[in-house]
């Protein structure tokens, strides 16, 4: 590589450091606890209404660019299945929040049916400017659950972690519009001083997984970057939707990208060539093109503003433990703004966070009583009976449950596509040992279609569609979550699954089932059959 590329990344590098130090807040005296809402999102945040006007505009607009480089078409979500997005603070406070114990990770995001959440640190509205680091995690999260929310078909991690830093790198403008497919300047110093990946490495995961080490390693680097070559080189036009239309029609990832780029020698060659040049192309998007909606702005009264670092935590998920330490805040908040829905809702989670069920039915109904919108007090309501319902005698489990269901009905009436009222209808039926219904099984699928992000609800429609001797759409089901990108163990459990399934034949029932200890309760599928554990590693 030449000295002279190599000085522009680190001058770029460098520059964005400096960058990130120059926050364009509002008057901090008009900084407030403040919620926005979109067609797509909600945020939170202790800052200026003009800076989460910004913020939420930019990410409404960076969706509907996705939407146009793609050609792909995500529709709206429910109200419940939008991002929520909570704007910590600093890094150290999101850290601290979080309770975090890695002084790197700079923002979090979880994919949830009805509860996806993420996590970053202070609105930085560098106008014209990179993003600050915090939020390009959350562009790079975002465009995965873009992905994934558009298309059922499995995409290779290189592909999938290549288009996601390719849409992240993205700068904002509020009169020249958008640019995105930037260089991913942050992957500067990874592709100079990381361990390389070859081309054949990112194509090929068992060469990947046999060549690499413990250290840390370029390949979201060269992910990125042969994605960027293959989308601006107009020498290869039309090879990366080759590839991909290969891969959708089940062809090995390393056979379609020989059928599709040629020599792999010879692109490795023009890939090196392409990073020595400084890789600078990039999209740009006029903001007529990119609607952005109305954005629904409100100041958070005070009771709910204290409250939000509890909320924050909880929703995050915490221990057991964790959530002891929250309820006493909570508690405390709640004695003081006893007539807030907002803070007893926050109130009923920490409850059931704790283990107190009883208590988190009060609050829940206490919410419900001033607010009967409050979505998240059904859902708290909701778990807490569920929970009891599990615990109930064998004479008194069709009542117990049937009683569980009463406040997720609720909620489904209030909104219809809410996906977490379908999950439990399909639960109220397996976990007391009951066939499900028609409806029953119909309801956890469409609860898969609404929120096709959540892994965990797919790896159980594939548990359900097993038991009834449908393998091809079981093993279709699992598809996606075999090629997450981050793994986990809902891909080590998928992995397992398909396994068995591979060997079974059509109409054979199988009957799939988490090892005990391995996953929650709520994760088992109870469904009739033959019984075949999976032990996800942790």
């Known amino acids: 590589m030449g000295k002279r590329a190599l000085t522009i990344w680190l001058r770029i590098v460098a520059t964005l450091a400096l960058a990130c130090t120059l926050v364009l807040h509002g008057d901090p005296v008009s900084a407030r606890w403040h919620e926005a809402q979109t067609d797509r999102f909600v945020i939170y945040a202790d800052d200026s209404e003009r800076d989460i006007r910004r913020f939420a505009a930019n990410l409404e607009r ?58 970053v640190q202070d609105i930085q509205n560098r106008e014209g400017e990179y993003s600050h680091f915090s939020t390009v995690i959350l562009l790079h999260e975002y465009a995965h659950h873009f992905l994934i929310s558009s298309s059922r078909f499995a995409m290779p991690r290189w592909l999938g972690e290549g288009m996601a830093e390719f849409f992240a790198a993205t700068v904002f403008d509020d009169e020249k519009g958008l640019q995105i497919g930037l260089p991913a300047t942050h992957r500067g110093r990874e592709l100079f001083y990381a361990k390389d990946v070859s081309v054949r490495e990112l194509l090929d995961p068992e060469l990947y997984e046999a060549k690499r080490g413990r250290g840390y390693d370029a390949f979201y680097g060269r992910s990125w970057l042969l994605y960027h070559y293959l989308t601006f080189n107009d020498a290869r036009s039309g090879q990366l939707d080759a590839y991909w239309t290969s891969i959708a029609q089940g062809v090995p990832s390393l056979e379609a990208g020989e059928a599709a780029f040629g020599d792999l020698d010879t692109l490795e060659g023009e890939l090196n060539a392409y990073l020595r040049s400084g890789a600078r192309n990039g999209l740009s998007i006029a903001n007529d093109k990119l609607p952005v909606g109305p954005i629904a702005l409100r100041e958070l009264p005070e009771g709910e503003a204290k409250m939000m670092n509890v909320r924050m935590a909880s929703q995050a998920g915490v221990s057991r433990e964790q959530a002891l330490e929250l309820l006493i805040e909570a508690r405390k908040i709640a004695a003081k703004y006893p007539r807030d829905p907002g803070v007893l809702t926050a109130l009923a989670e920490a409850e059931y966070d704790a283990g107190y069920d009883a208590e988190a039915i009060t609050a829940a109904d206490a919410a419900l009583a001033l607010n009967p919108q409050a979505r998240n007090a059904y859902v708290q309501k909701g778990l807490a009976l569920f929970r009891r319902a599990r615990q109930a005698g064998a004479e008194d489990k069709d009542a117990a449950y049937e009683a569980a269901m009463q406040p997720f009905a609720a909620l489904n009436k209030l909104e219809n596509d809410h996906p977490l009222p379908l999950i439990h209808y399909y639960r109220s039926y397996t976990e007391r040992g009951a066939e499900p219904s028609e409806n029953a099984r119909a309801a956890l699928e469409q609860a898969a279609r609404l929120a096709p992000f959540d892994q965990r609800v797919w790896v159980n429609v594939a548990m359900m569609q097993a038991s009834e001797g449908k393998v091809a759409l079981a093993r279709n089901s699992l598809a996606p979550v075999l ?19 591979a060997g079974r034949k059509e109409g054979e029932p199988v009957m799939l089932r988490y090892s005990r200890g391995n996953e929650e309760p709520e994760d088992t599928a109870g469904l009739a059959g033959e019984e075949v554990e999976a032990v996800p590693k942790r």
């Open 62 to 119: 960076y969706h509907a660019a996705m939407e146009i480089i793609t050609g792909r078409r995500v529709e709206q979500p429910s109200p419940s299945n939008r991002v929520t997005i909570f704007v910590v603070g600093s890094q150290r406070e999101l850290q601290r929040t979080l309770d975090i114990k890695s002084r790197t990770i700079g923002g979090i995001y979880i994919a949830r049916a009805g509860a996806s959440r993420a996590y």
């Open 483 to 501: 090629a997450n990108p981050h793994g986990g163990p809902q891909a080590a459990a998928a992995r397992a699954f398909d396994e068995v399934l």
